[in-house]
């Protein structure tokens, strides 16, 4: 959806380049003003949350069912695990209200970050990947020891691998929203018209 040439704008030496207001999720005004067809792309920045499940059957099931879920829009939001046997799920997550922002809300910091996307779209998400990757990759590198612990602990009693699962996803989902707080103060201060 940005590889179109009604993205392109001179390089200042005689060529073009991708401008960086480039967005696969132009609103519908913009789309008009730059005669753009719909297109849906799979990750929407209307979206609420989405999930992927992932099922081990030789894993108790406390611990060898994870949802690894993202809140708002899967271009920008991380996946974090939330195993089956979760206890509870950070309050975070678990707070929005779609007519009240609140710096308390996942949801709300990462919607925030994707509004803010429009001011230089190719630059945020650049912005986004070099925090969002690394974290989302330290996951996925350390779910084989964390689900090892785990595993020992419900030996010992499953109500501890439970506690276990439960503070190590709680803790991920705490910093989703403080990576994305951030964010957005950055975005602010990097790409408001103060630079211009």
Sequence with gaps: ??????????????????????????????????HITYRRPVARHRGHY???????????????GVYWVYLDNPYFSPY???????LAVEKSYKTYNSTKYDEKSARWAIDFVDNLANLSFQNVA????KVRDPFEKEIFEN?????EKAL??????????????????????????KMFLDLRDQIITDYTNNHE
């Design 1 to 34: 959806m940005t590889a179109g040439p009604e993205w392109l704008v001179p390089d200042g030496e005689g060529g073009y380049i991708k401008s960086p207001l480039a967005t696969p999720f132009p609103g519908s005004d913009l789309r008009k003003l730059m």
């Design 152 to 177: 020992e602990l419900y030996k010992q009693d499953p109500v501890k691998a439970q506690e276990y699962l439960t503070l190590y996803s709680n803790g991920l989902m705490a910093d989703v929203t």
């Design 143 to 147: 779910q084989k020891s964390v689900e």
């Design 126 to 129: 650049k912005d986004v990947r």
């Design 80 to 86: 974090v695990p939330i195993y089956t046997g979760n």
């Design 50 to 64: 989405g999930m992927v499940l992932q099922l081990r059957d030789w894993l108790p099931n406390e611990i060898g």
